[in-house]
Structure formats: structure tokens, C-alpha cells
Nanobody
Framework: QLRLVQSGGGSVQAGGSLRLSCAAQ????????MGWFRQAPGKERGGVAT???????RYRDSVDGRFTISLAIANETLYLQMDSLKPEDTAIYYC?????????????????WGQGAQVTVSS
């Protein structure tokens, strides 16, 4: 079973930046679609960004142009660079690995999940 271990997150003021990392352990992330999801207080978890092994990316509209997903296959690590953060970006962020055939922002297509990391953006 693929194990994903997250690092990063924290608190920042609006307009600031944070980077999340997600390292794969036990197995390679090659052959998986990789993604980031988030869950804000009182809301359901939703997709933020995905990337496949060809580098094709998908972003939710509200983060497009501010967040960048990237994949370092040699290091078996997924990243999410978050710039121009807004208070509405406050959430627990999860990395995930799933079905490479689709690689869309659909939670049901993802099988393995990181432990989550809190991101808090203050105004």
C-alpha cells in the first residue's frame, strides 16, 4: 500500500505564501495521478489541483493562477506552492494518489491519502 507523508502548512497573513510537500513511501508514485484536496471548516472536502506523470495539471477555479502543483518523480515527492493566499484558503490540505486514467478533481478517483496539514490564512 502506498503511504503518503505530508509536511509544510502553517499560518500566514493574507497575501503570503506557503508550500506543502507530500513524500511517497513504500511504493513509487509513478503510475498514479497525484492531487491535493482541502476541507474547510463546516464544508466537504474538495479538489484543489491534480497532476499526472506527463505533467498535465488541473486546478479548481478559485486557486488557478495562485497555486502551483508540481511533481518531483526522482524524489517521489509532490508539492503545492500556494501564493497570494486568501482567508478563504484556510483548510486542512490533503495529498492523494489515484487513478491515472482520469486525473480530475474527483475525490472518488483517489485511493491513498496523506495525513493532512492545516493551512490558516489570516486577514
Amino acid at each position: 500500500q502506498l503511504r503518503l507523508v505530508q509536511s509544510g502548512g502553517g499560518s500566514v497573513q493574507a497575501g503570503g505564501s506557503l508550500r506543502l510537500s507530500c513524500a511517497a513511501q513504500t511504493y513509487s508514485i509513478r503510475g498514479y495521478c497525484m492531487g491535493w484536496f482541502r476541507q474547510a471548516p463546516g464544508k466537504e472536502r474538495g479538489g484543489v489541483a491534480t497532476i499526472n506523470t506527463d505533467g498535465r495539471t488541473r486546478y479548481r477555479d478559485s486557486v488557478d493562477g495562485r497555486f502551483t502543483i508540481s511533481l518531483a518523480i526522482a524524489n517521489e515527492t509532490l508539492y503545492l506552492q500556494m501564493d497570494s493566499l486568501k482567508p478563504e484558503d484556510t483548510a486542512i490540505y490533503y495529498c492523494a494518489a489515484g487513478d491515472l486514467r482520469w486525473c480530475e478533481l474527483r475525490e472518488g478517483d483517489f485511493w491513498y491519502w496523506g495525513q493532512g496539514a492545516q493551512v490558516t490564512v489570516s486577514s
